[in-house]
């Protein structure tokens, strides 16, 4: 069984930084699509951020708006998201999601990481 374990979420004012991590153990990542969802109480489930491991290929929700960076380290299995002048309305349970048949996270996710909460103050 795949594990995917997220971390890094906490309490942080606006136009604060914090930089969410993604360990990923029990299987082969060489040719996962991983990325970010992210979810508000009473909100849809929003995609933020994918990346295709081998390739290094990105792709971002638009609003981002330039905030965000997705990146990952090949040697510790590990994904990121890196969040820069954070607001309010970033505030959501940011989900780590995998994708082994590189279909598109915003088609098809095979697992989900158990979430971290990311809380902006104004």
């Known amino acids: 069984q795949v594990q995917v374990v997220e971390s890094g979420g906490r309490l942080v004012q606006a136009g604060g930084s914090l930089r969410l991590s993604c360990v990923v153990s029990?299987?082969?990542?060489?040719?996962?699509?991983m990325g970010w969802f992210r979810q508000a109480p009473g909100r849809e489930r929003q995609f933020v951020a994918q990346?295709?491991?081998?390739?290094?290929?990105?792709d971002y929700a638009d609003f981002t708006n330039g905030r965000f960076t997705i990146s990952r380290d090949n040697a510790k299995n590990t994904l990121y998201l890196q969040m820069d002048n954070l607001k309010v309305e970033d505030t959501a349970i940011y989900y780590c999601?995998?994708?082994?048949?590189?279909?598109?996270?915003?088609?098809?996710?095979?697992?989900w990481g158990q979430g971290t909460q990311v809380t902006v103050s104004s």
């Open positions: 990346i295709t491991w081998s390739e290094d290929l990105t």
């Open positions: 029990g299987g082969i990542v060489e040719n996962y699509k």
């Open positions: 999601a995998v994708d082994r048949q590189r279909v598109g996270l915003q088609s098809h996710v095979d697992y």
